[in-house]
């Protein structure tokens, strides 16, 4: 069992379509990133949240941690294909540096 | 500019035999890690170090070893390579908590 569980594990919409993606725990975590991955290439950081409640917005992507620091999520506002890709959600394990990361969420923006 | 290396990128072994990936940094950072990808599992943590010297294991670190000689390298050894270590691997390197992690370009590995 993950520590982290994202929701929906694949998407499939078209271009100008709105999204949500979720990322969910039953523990409490210091701060949460999000990154995305595209076919061969190594996750890119897109954010970090370290606030509960805390909100961020890079261009149409809106980021919100939750209030209790258990869960985040992230909005894309009217997808372009150059979304497509593997949306990862992290957050730190014992007080250290180490890096969970969920299943991930694939999405996939068709013209 | 600072860079996160791996190799190679793609390998071929058999089952049974000992297989090295690489990973180079020159972040100059303390923390690197390896981590395994595979369809549904997201990444999954097979060992990480903190400093020279100094390893630690993960959630999935049974048939893997690495090794911490110097800051730049964390070489990661599948003892006897098997079937279910056919995955693709991920090195990567962080400053410290809340910050960047940096990733590899990854290694896919098959082991046939």
């Known amino acids: 069992t993950q520590l982290l569980e994202q929701s929906p594990q694949f998407l499939s919409i078209q271009e100008g379509e709105n999204l949500t993606v979720y990322c969910n725990s039953s523990?409490?975590?210091?701060?949460l990133q999000w990154y995305r991955q595209e076919p061969g290439e190594g996750p890119v950081l897109l954010v970090t949240?370290?606030?509960?409640?805390e909100v961020k917005k890079l261009k149409r992507l809106t980021f919100q941690f939750g209030d209790a620091r258990k869960d985040s999520s992230l909005h894309i506002t009217a997808a372009q294909t150059g979304d497509t890709g593997l949306y990862l959600c992290?957050?730190?394990?014992?007080?250290?540096?180490?890096?969970?990361f969920g299943g991930g969420t694939r999405l996939m923006v068709k013209p | 500019d600072a860079e996160i290396t791996q190799s190679p990128r793609h390998k071929i072994t058999e089952t049974g035999r000992q297989v090295t990936l690489a990973c180079h940094q020159t972040?100059?950072?303390?923390?690197m890690f390896w981590y395994r990808q595979d369809l549904g599992h997201g990444l999954r943590l097979i060992h990480y170090?903190?400093?020279?010297?100094?390893?630690n294991k993960g959630e999935v670190s049974d048939g893997y070893s690495v090794s911490r000689s110097n800051t730049e390298d964390l070489p990661l050894t599948l003892e006897s390579a098997a079937s279910s270590q056919t995955s693709v691997y991920f090195c990567?390197?962080?400053?410290?908590?809340?910050?960047?992690?940096?990733f590899g370009q990854g290694t896919r590995l098959t082991v046939v």
């Open positions: 990567a390197t962080r400053r410290g908590v809340n910050t960047e992690a940096f």
């Open positions: 170090s903190y400093g020279v010297q100094d390893t």
């Open positions: 949240v370290v606030t509960g409640g």
């Open positions: 972040w100059n950072h303390n923390n």
């Open positions: 523990s409490v975590f210091s701060s």
């Open positions: 992290a957050g730190p394990v014992k007080a250290g540096n180490m890096l969970t």
